[in-house]
């Protein structure tokens, strides 16, 4: 039997997995306590006798509910053309945006896609990060979707992080160079759901259903055939203009609806009677200039929110989770212990995880802060304030 005992000066940890509506506001909080781990697993928390290491905080470790992992190449040129007035819709259509992320990704290796997402991956670790959703979705036909996911496969299996794989076919219509309609590109990607099944290439399901992708409609039988399979769904909605994405997610039982920046309070009302949770990436709304979601809303409705970068290279080139706290805390107006619960027990409840609470039974996914102050991390965004990060009680970084 491995033990490992760590002294906190102070610890911070959710109570309840997931944390929805008030909820999110109850966090826990000792002090001078070692925290005693066996094999992966936290068994005691206990006053201070002796301990192998030191930390002023210690925090469960951060999960990012949303990312665009793997990808490869930048967009930085679309950085200068949203400055000058284009749109993300304007982009898409001038092929740019995913299609154009999407020849990248098409000419890339395997090998090539793995070390970048690796190299990532890494980085998102050294800041807190121990569990992340990675997506297909710029593939974009039936050879370059397996690839991603079979890229996400080999992640999960050489890297120490808890990783989640959802297949993001329905990410962008077809290029218009493509010859393929957009009803032939969806009964495409929904014939390739046995096959993803089958290899055990994806644990969700998920589809951009906006203004200028898709709309409810263009994708019902899709995620009808989905369900049969037995993957669990999610959905991009309702970001550009709402068109009934969250409502549909409702209803075809959605673990989470993300973005929901144009969601109505009709739509609120409808979800707060669910068990659909509501994923939140302050960080796009502020890279694209774009309205913040009304998660004061959401979260005084009584819905779970759940926090993510939405890590990718065109809308959300962020893979800091204290800046995106910094954002959640300023431009959604949550407060700290809300942000602590979505970005920890709550991501960690949407990706499929039991974890983010240290408590006895949870594994020992945790942060070791150089600071003692947890508002120093959003505060201070752009210092990382990480000692050490630990995953099933193994010292990752």
Request: charged fraction near 25%.
């Amino acid at each position: 039997m491995i033990t490992l005992i760590i002294h906190a000066d102070r610890l911070l940890t959710p109570v309840a997995q997931p944390s929805k509506g008030s909820e999110m506001r109850k966090v826990s909080e000792e002090f001078d306590v070692d925290i005693v781990i066996e094999d992966g697993k936290i068994t005691d928390i206990r006053k201070h006798k002796n301990a192998d290491i030191y930390a002023p905080l210690v925090t469960p470790g951060f999960f990012d509910a949303h990312t665009h992992i793997p990808f490869i190449g930048s967009r930085s040129k679309e950085f200068l053309m949203r400055s000058r007035g284009k749109t993300y819709i304007e982009i898409l259509q001038a092929g740019g945006g995913i299609h154009y992320t999407s020849k990248l990704v098409r000419n890339a290796t395997e090998d090539e896609l793995f070390n970048v997402a690796k190299t990532y991956i890494n980085k998102l670790t050294s800041h807190g990060v121990v569990g992340i959703e990675c997506k297909s979705g710029y593939g974009l036909d039936t050879e370059n979707e397996l690839k991603q996911l079979r890229v996400i496969n080999r992640l999960k299996n050489e890297m120490p992080n808890k990783i989640a794989s959802t297949f993001l076919g329905l990410h962008a219509k077809p290029a218009t160079d493509s010859g393929k309609s957009v009803e032939e590109y969806v009964s495409e990607m929904k014939n390739l759901l046995e096959t993803i099944k089958s290899q055990s290439l994806a644990d969700y399901v998920d589809a951009f259903i906006d203004k200028g992708v898709y709309l409810p409609s263009d994708v019902e039988d899709f995620f009808a055939k989905a369900r049969e399979l037995g993957f669990k769904i999610r959905l991009h909605a309702d970001e550009i203009e709402n068109v009934g994405a969250s409502i549909f997610g409702v209803k075809i039982n959605a673990i989470s609806v993300d973005h929901v920046l144009k969601i109505t309070d009709e739509d609120i009302d409808i979800l707060s009677k669910s068990d659909t949770m509501v994923t939140l990436m302050p960080s796009t709304s502020f890279y694209l200039g774009e309205i913040y979601a009304p998660a004061r809303k959401l979260i005084d409705a009584g819905i779970g929110v759940a926090l993510g970068s939405d890590f990718n290279p065109g809308s959300s080139p962020i893979y800091s989770p204290a800046f995106v706290m910094h954002l959640a805390i300023r431009f959604l107006k949550m407060e700290p212990e809300e942000v602590l619960n979505a970005y920890t027990v709550n991501s960690a409840y949407v990706l499929g995880y039991e974890s983010g609470i240290i408590k006895p039974g949870y594994p020992a996914d945790l942060v070791l802060w150089k600071t003692s102050e947890f508002l120093d991390i959003p505060y201070m965004f752009q210092e990382n304030f990480v000692e050490h990060v630990f995953i099933d009680g193994r010292m990752v970084v």
